[in-house]
């Protein structure tokens, strides 16, 4: 599938769409050795004069060690026919399973030798610029800790867009 290059303040989706309820996979490594997750929390925006996309990961998620070993990753969405595997890939580890494998989506190599999948619809490619991990003393409103009962406080990744792609 042909894939056309853009610039990120072309993309005509609505973003808080996109991601809270379209969702997405956050995809890092390389052709050989990669995984990636669904996530639903995260934000577009301009930081430093550039592009940006923040995500959350949790520090226990197999893919937090891929996007912490790797310069770059990928946001990918998806069309409704692919709920599914966005299902199937929260629910279950890179660890024990090729999660792309089973869910039949097809990986290919970015631009910068990062990992994405043929039958996405947007694909954003990510040089990571700067992360930071949760903590608790540092809510002003702490009406969100009750998502850190265990202590896991996310992960703060924000991310220059260096890539932007869609399949028309």
Known sequence: MPFTKILPENISDNTFKLINKDWFLISAGNTEHNNCMTASWGGFGILWFK??????????????????????????F????????????????????????????????????????????LI??????????????????????????NGDFHIMYIAEITECLINE
Do not use: M, W
Request: charged share 30%; proline share 4%.
């Open 124 to 149: 954003l490619e990510c040089k990571k610029l700067y992360s930071e991990p949760f903590k608790a003393e540092n809510f002003i409103d702490k009406s969100p800790l009750h998502h850190y009962a």
């Open 78 to 121: 998806f069309d409704e026919t692919h709920r599914d595997a966005l299902n199937y890939c929260g629910k279950n580890s890179g660890r024990d399973k090729n999660k792309a494998k089973e869910c039949y989506l097809q990986i290919f190599e970015t631009t910068h030798k990062s990992i994405a999948y043929k039958e996405s619809r």
């Open 51 to 76: 592009p940006v996309v923040y995500i959350f990961v949790r520090p226990q998620r197999y893919t937090n060690e891929f996007i912490k070993n790797n310069e770059y990753f990928t946001l990918s």
